[in-house]
């Protein structure tokens, strides 16, 4: 779970991520075979807590982190409802347990519930209730406030609901609910939790997708439990002419929802959907297709009679499908040849810029970059890359010249940058510009350290040398034995020893730094984004 929750205070934020230390100090004094052992037999990890070992680890003031922990034992005791002091079963509180403990005790959780149930309520009464002030409140929503204005909707205080494109909106509350509560727990009461499920399997069915894993399904489930919020509140999908694009047959869902087995004691649902017009049942059901195929987690349509993933892009989206294929063979990267990938890497880009490029379009904004970006915050730490912005620019502009492709215009810096995100990512996976240096200092037979040789070479972003040269400007510095390194070795350089027959936590710790570093020398400091 994220400890920049959007839904936590400052001192909230602090008491979860000291909690996660507290876990993790423990975890780590462990060898390997002990962890897949306790892992296993499900055992309790930690048994008792020396603070004063965690404050000196974490370099932290014992007593402000006495304070935080003795409340930080005060929300345990909540979440098992008993007054135990015993470590054993305080800190056998699931890290997301303890994490929606603390979000749905929060004003802003208090203020999502308004913007998902609806009701008359004013932004003052809304402070009012909470005792505190607007200014406070405010300051507490920032993080929601600001993702949902970057899905393009709006927020409105009096009373408070949303604005924007329905589909938006959907897109933008299952977010806030995927972040509050993760699957943990089901958080809709008024939808049940296998009807929902069984609404989806269905819809999946129904559209010919492919049967995602657990976890996406259940995130799917989340979608159809806020959908049957908004559309018990007359809020339907609208038709809309950007949806003309997308060409696929979609089936009326509405209909099929009116009999199915699992909606016979939703009463009132089936009341709702039967005084639907045909018009919105067809916007209904087109804008659930949309939201599963090019929403934020896409889902790729199930191969059959012969027709792949690619194919069905080209049938049913062909100005899309053209787009991307063309801005691929005229970009002047040739992205698979430079990186190397296989061809199964290239295809799930080029149907990432198909899912991007639909999403665009339909909705103005590139709905899978706001989602992935707050779920994953080293994304916004990404070192820019220039030329390849300008290279995707000019691209993008050169196609919107041509007249099968000015439709994407009013969208061209939304595209661009999609785009530039996308081929930024995988070349920082495949061809990282910013390598890690690594001097291996071994006998020269190499037999005895062929294993960390191999392990090193495998990593994408590790440069690795045994030449003496190479010292110079290492970053790491791998050697085995405790010999004087000469002068002009780089002073920055980290050292570590490595062991003949290294166990499985030695090669933990190696890599741990090797990543490290190139987390260091890749991605921004936090101070640099301002």
């Not at 959007?6 to 996660?20: D, M, R, S, V």
């Not at 056998?92 to 303890?98: H, N």
């Not at 038709?239 to 869902?253: G, T």
């Not at 430079?338 to 709905?367: C, P, R, W």
């Amino acid at each position: 779970m994220n400890t920049n929750s959007i839904y936590l205070t400052l001192a909230e934020k602090e008491k979860y991520a000291l909690f996660l230390d507290i876990t993790n100090v423990k975890w780590d004094e462990l060898p390997v075979k002990k962890r897949i052992s306790m892992a296993r037999q499900v055992d309790y990890l930690i048994d008792d807590v020396n603070l004063k070992q965690v404050a000196a680890l974490l370099d932290r003031n014992y007593g402000s982190l006495y304070n935080m922990y003795m409340s930080m034992v005060g929300d345990l005791q909540a979440v098992l409802g008993t007054d135990t002091d015993d470590a054993r079963q305080l800190f056998k509180v699931p890290s997301d347990a303890y994490h929606f403990y603390m979000v749905k005790n929060s004003d802003v959780y208090d203020f999502v519930q308004i913007l998902l149930h609806g009701g008359n309520v004013s932004f003052q009464s809304f402070w009012e209730k909470h005792k505190s002030s607007k200014a406070t409140v405010l300051r507490h929503l920032k993080q929601v406030r600001d993702l949902i204005r970057a899905f393009n909707v709006r927020i409105a205080y009096d009373p408070i609901h949303l604005e924007g494109d329905e589909k938006a909106i959907r897109i933008a509350l299952v977010t806030l609910y995927w972040l509050a509560a993760g699957g943990h727990t089901w958080v809709f009461d008024d939808v049940d939790q296998q009807m929902a499920h069984d609404a989806f399997d269905c819809a999946v069915k129904a559209y010919q997708l492919e049967e995602p894993n657990l976890l996406t399904r259940e995130i799917g489930t989340y979608m159809i439990a806020i959908s049957y919020y908004r559309v018990m509140q007359g809020k339907i999908i609208e038709e809309d002419d950007r949806m003309s694009l997308i060409r696929y047959p979609y089936p009326d869902l509405t209909n099929t929802y009116l009999v199915a087995d699992f909606t016979e004691d939703s009463i009132n649902l089936r009341a709702t959907l039967a005084q639907l017009s045909p018009a919105q049942c067809r916007a209904e059901s087109a804008g659930l297709y949309f939201v599963m195929k090019y929403g934020p987690m896409p889902l790729k349509s199930k191969e059959q009679f012969d027709i792949t993933e690619c194919m069905v892009y080209e049938r049913y989206v062909p100005e899309v499908y053209h787009f991307v294929r063309h801005f691929l063979e005229r970009t002047p990267i040739d992205i698979q040849r430079y990186l190397k990938i296989s061809d199964k890497v290239y295809h799930e880009l080029q149907n990432a810029l198909f899912v991007v490029t639909t999403n665009i379009h339909v909705l103005g904004n590139d709905m899978t970059s706001v989602a992935s970006h707050q779920l994953m915050e080293r994304l916004k730490l990404l070192r820019p890359n220039e030329r390849l912005r300008a290279g995707v620019s000019q691209t993008v502009d050169y196609l919107l010249s041509e007249p099968e492709f000015r439709l994407f215009e009013p969208n061209r810096d939304a595209l661009v940058k999609a785009y530039y995100n996308l081929m930024r990512q995988l070349i920082q996976q495949y061809r990282p510009a910013n390598r890690v240096k690594v001097a291996l200092v071994v006998e020269q037979d190499y037999l005895g350290y062929m294993d960390v040789l191999a392990a090193l070479d495998n990593i994408q972003y590790v440069d690795v040398s045994t030449s003496d040269e190479a010292l110079r400007d290492a970053d790491l510095v791998v050697t085995t034995a405790s010999i004087t390194l000469p002068d002009y070795t780089n002073p920055e350089a980290v050292p570590f020893v490595w062991r003949l027959n290294a166990n499985s936590d030695h090669y933990a710790r190696l890599y741990g730094i090797v990543h490290e570093l190139w987390i260091q020398k890749s991605h921004l400091e936090k101070s640099e984004l301002n």
